[in-house]
Structure formats: structure tokens, C-alpha cells
């Protein structure tokens, strides 16, 4: 196995759009062919668009674009920026008078972060899809949907850190997974290797971990309202050829990459979701792609973590040294 670039997954474009001032961005996949995808969504609070779609019983048999977005509901709108640019290449379902592309989005709430109006809009999202066309750089830390996210929130803003954007892929002889994602938890973020803790809730001094984990165990008997803007959004794209119920069932493998390092994990205050799009003809064995897709995601999540800068007067991993 080796490390590529997840740009050097073939079918597949990346491409951002950053609000800097505002706290906020948009992140898309396109895939012109279309893409077999499902989707898994195990966090109880997400906002998305078009996902019904991706259910297996559903009709759809091709997706062209995932947007990730920040702006909670407000950042849907991006969708149809991307929608527009589709349609402008010709890229979509062929309905005779012309095209309609198939779009599902989700979207991270970073409202809390930079400018509580600032939030993405259609001309963001036709900018990110037009991004991907000529854009060569490592999709990680302060951009696109990951510009306003953060970790670690269970006792409010004032001791959360700074994270961002993260990809890691992979490539065994000619099979090829990649995964990005916005790692914006509730919980706190630890290596997938070595288990230590590496990003998340501080002390009011931020001078130590206050393990969000251990703080929830405590206050078990208390009701307590943690809504303080998350949910940890990704995309695993990948050149294996795979059915659509098959995408679904190795979205839902792929969380295991997010139990693996962000503790605790799937809240109520958390949208996780996962989306899994497959573009190829590599013949594969299903659960070993699951639990390579799922490593694959973990070590996203971490590369988020560790190419995210301090910002919004959020530290990151790179200042704090914890």
C-alpha cells in the first residue's frame, strides 16, 4: 500500500471555495461520468439536500457533484451554484431538452465561527465547481468547507480548537480510495495510530486536554444542552466498480474511521455523514474496502487536525503543542 495524492484518484475533481474573513466555505466533488453513491448519516442533526436519492430502493443511478458546505441550512444554497455550473458543461441526466445534474449536499454549522451572515451562496458553489478544473494543491486545512470548523465544543466555544479541511489516500495495486473530509465535532480528535489525543477540548487555561469524553461520563445524570454548532461531514471517492447498495453499506464501514478518532462520536449535537462514490472497473472484496476506506477516513480526519491553522481566535494543533 502507498500514500497518493487524492487528486490522482482518476474520474474525479476537487475544488474549493473560501470565505476567509467570514468563517466559512465550500468543498466539491465532481464526478462528469456520475459517480455510483451512498450515503450514511449515523450523527442525529444533519442538514443536507437531495439525499433521499441515494437510498438503494431510489432510481438514481448516478451522482455528478457532492457538496460539502459550511453555513448550516443556510449553505444548501451553494447547491445551486453548483448545479449551474454543471449545467453549463452539459453534465448531468439527460431529460432530452437538456440536463438536470444530480447534486447531494451536506453542510457543517460554523455560524459560531467569523461573521455569524457571512454563510456560502450559489456563487461560492459555481467557484468551487469552477475550482476543480485547475486546481493542483493538497485539499487540507483552512479551506473550502473546513475555513470555520472546529472541535471539542462540549463546554462551549471558549475551549474549543481550530481544525479545518483533511484528505489522505491510498492506492493497492490498481485500486485507489481517497477520503476528505470537515472534521467539525463535538468530541475530541486523537491519532488513528497511536491513540494519543491530538486536537479537542481544552482547560480554560489551554494548557492541558479537558477530555470531552471522561467530562460527558461525569455529568451523566445532568441535562445539559450542547448545541454549539457541529457535525463532521466526508466523501470517500474511490475507482473500484460498485453497486449502489454497496456504496451505502461501505458509507456506513467508513464511520468506523470516524469512532476511531474522534471521541465521543455520532451525538445528537453531531450531523456526521459520509457519502461514498465509486467511479471504476477495479473488482474488489467488499468488506476489505470497507475497513480500508475506514482507515482511510481516520487518517483524514487527522490530516485536518494537523494542516489546520490557528484562526477566528481558535488555536490549532500547530500552536497549542498540547
Request: proline fraction near 2%.
Amino acid at each position: 500500500m502507498k500514500e497518493i495524492n487524492i487528486r490522482d484518484i482518476e474520474g474525479f475533481r476537487i475544488g474549493n471555495a473560501t470565505n476567509a474573513e467570514g468563517g466559512t466555505g465550500t468543498t466539491v466533488i465532481i464526478c462528469e461520468e456520475g459517480a455510483m453513491t451512498g450515503l450514511s448519516v449515523l450523527g442525529a442533526a444533519p442538514a443536507s439536500r437531495e439525499t433521499e436519492l441515494l437510498k438503494p430502493l431510489m432510481a438514481c443511478d448516478a451522482v455528478h457533484a457532492v457538496t460539502l458546505t459550511g453555513g448550516s441550512a443556510y449553505g444548501l444554497n451553494a447547491t445551486d451554484g453548483v448545479l449551474k455550473y454543471l449545467e453549463e458543461k452539459g453534465i448531468g441526466f439527460d431529460v432530452g431538452l437538456g440536463v438536470v445534474p444530480i447534486t447531494p449536499t451536506s453542510a457543517i454549522f460554523d455560524l459560531v465561527v467569523g461573521d455569524f451572515n457571512a454563510r456560502p451562496t450559489a456563487d461560492m458553489g459555481y467557484a468551487a465547481a469552477a475550482d476543480s478544473e485547475t486546481a493542483t494543491d493538497v485539499p487540507h486545512g483552512n479551506m473550502g468547507v473546513g475555513t470555520g470548523a472546529t472541535a471539542g465544543k462540549f463546554k462551549g466555544m471558549e475551549q474549543c480548537m481550530k481544525t479545518g479541511l483533511g484528505s489522505y489516500a491510498v492506492q493497492i495495486g490498481d485500486l485507489k480510495v481517497g477520503a476528505i473530509v470537515a472534521v467539525n465535532a463535538l468530541g475530541d480528535i486523537f491519532d488513528a495510530d497511536t491513540g494519543k489525543q491530538l486536537a479537542g477540548m481544552t482547560n480554560a487555561e489551554q494548557t492541558a486536554f479537558d477530555n470531552v469524553q471522561q467530562t460527558m461520563w461525569e455529568s451523566v445524570q445532568q441535562d445539559k444542552n450542547v448545541f454549539t454548532g457541529n457535525t463532521t461531514i466526508g466523501c470517500v471517492i474511490t475507482n473500484a466498480k460498485l453497486r449502489k447498495d454497496q456504496c451505502c453499506k461501505l458509507a456506513e464501514m467508513t464511520h468506523d474511521g470516524y469512532a476511531r478518532v474522534i471521541r465521543p462520536v455520532h451525538t445528537t449535537a453531531d450531523g456526521d455523514s459520509i457519502y461514498y462514490m465509486a467511479h471504476g472497473d477495479v473488482e474488489v472484496y467488499q468488506d476489505a474496502l470497507g475497513d480500508l476506506s475506514a482507515y482511510v477516513m481516520s487518517k483524514a480526519i487527522n490530516d485536518a487536525v494537523r494542516s489546520a491553522e490557528s484562526a477566528y481566535g481558535f488555536k490549532a494543533a500547530c500552536d497549542l503543542n498540547l
